[in-house]
């Protein structure tokens, strides 16, 4: 069986060095062998002692052209590492990420520094593409503040500019007065919820994990937003099989008020609101509505930040809404090691939102 090891970098630099050394000493024996015989004929009574050391001192010089010319046509042939690697460097702190490193120029055979330069370049560029979906990211994230920031600023500024005329009836004064609340709460909303998000996001686990019992706490979560759903008369299901689970209990808390909150906002008057546990495994916790439902590709971009799905932008009760209460939810359940997801059958046929333990 014919064996297919290929030599280790080591001995394959050796035998380079080797087989070029022997192959420029060939060249050099023949060129002094040559110019040894053009000095025997063209100068004819030389010394022999000058003669050898005339040939050798011609040989070094043609063996030098020719070492120059060599290094001239395959310098042109291959590029400036180092040069490529300076360049790439410079334009990334310039903040210029979408810098590549052609990787197939770099590549040797049989192992030695051309790899190691091909691994190096692969590598930043790698880097340099995880840095460019960064700035990206950073990009929206400021565009999408913004955004969230002006609307609610330009309410309160516009009602306020309204306030300081005096010839205003009391019920329309009352009036602006509650929008301008109600814009300020929400920019406070926002603020907490950026806040709780980027606290949250380095965090490897949940802090401060402790056993708690799920049940009692979807039910009172479904107590404390009563009056929500009461206004809307909503038929509340409840389906709390009794289980207890260990995490932050003030985090899940957070995370069931968002599902519920969510769901009984996105459900018309007179709607169905179901929250039931299922033993599993895995365990699961579902919030199930009757409400308006996410178009197709909806359901996995729902827990992005500051993502509205098209559904429901025309409703006047988003006006209120951040768009990072599922973000925040994202966030918490995946840092217990759990997982959420929306399923919605399609616009006007409801939504589930499901947290799998």
Same mark, same amino acid.
């Given at each position: 069986?014919? @064996?297919?090891?290929?030599?280790? =970098? ?47 001192? #011609? ?11 060599? #290094? ?73 503040? @913004? ?52 606290? $949250? ?22 107590? #404390? ?8 008369? &909503?038929?509340?299901? *409840? ?5 207890? %689970? ?12 968002? &599902? /519920? ?23 699961? /916790? ?29 409703? #006047? ?17 995946? $840092? ?5 997801? *929306?399923?919605? =059958? ?8 499901? %947290?799998?333990?």
């Amino acid at each position: 069986m014919k @064996s297919t090891r290929q030599p280790r =970098p080591g001995t394959a630099i050796l035998l380079r060095v080797a087989g070029t050394l022997a192959l420029m000493g060939s060249l050099g024996t023949l060129a002094w062998f040559g110019c040894w015989q053009g000095f025997g004929v063209f100068f004819t009574g030389i010394d022999p002692v000058w003669r050898g050391l005339a040939a050798f001192a #011609a040989a070094f010089f043609v063996m030098f052209l020719f070492g120059w010319g060599l #290094a001239r046509v395959m310098g042109g042939r291959r590029p400036d590492v180092f040069g490529l690697f300076n360049e790439a460097f410079l334009r990334i702190t310039q903040g210029d990420y979408k810098v590549q490193i052609p990787v197939s120029e770099l590549g040797h055979r049989g192992g030695g520094p051309g790899d190691t330069f091909k691994i190096m370049a692969q590598n930043l560029n790698t880097m340099a593409g995880a840095l460019a979906r960064v700035e990206d990211l950073r990009r929206q994230f400021v565009a999408d503040v @913004s955004h969230e920031f002006q609307s609610p600023l330009t309410s309160i500024l516009g009602f306020a500019e309204a306030l300081k005329t005096g010839d205003l009836p009391d019920p329309l004064r009352q009036r602006y007065l509650e929008i301008i609340e109600t814009e300020a709460r929400r920019l406070s909303r926002v603020s907490a919820n950026l806040l709780r998000l980027n606290a $949250l996001e380095d965090r490897e686990g949940p802090p401060d994990p402790a056993p708690f019992r799920l049940d009692v706490q979807l039910r009172g979560v479904l107590v #404390a937003l009563e009056p929500q759903w009461s206004a809307k008369n &909503l038929e509340i299901e *409840a389906d709390l099989t009794e289980v207890e %689970v260990i995490g932050n209990g003030e985090l899940w808390t957070q995370v069931w008020t968002n &599902l /519920v909150h969510n769901a009984v906002k996105f459900t018309p008057p007179g709607g169905t609101l179901t929250v039931r546990i299922a033993a599993g495994p895995p365990l699961k /916790v579902e919030v199930e509505d009757s409400g308006i439902g996410l178009a197709p590709g909806e359901a996995d971009r729902v827990f992005e930040r500051f993502y509205k799905a098209e559904s429901a932008r025309s409703r #006047a009760d988003t006006a209120s809404g951040s768009g990072l209460g599922l973000a925040l939810v994202h966030r918490i359940v995946t $840092l217990h090691g759990a997982r959420v997801e *929306a399923l919605s =059958p399609g616009l006007g046929q409801g939504t589930t939102l499901r %947290v799998s333990f």
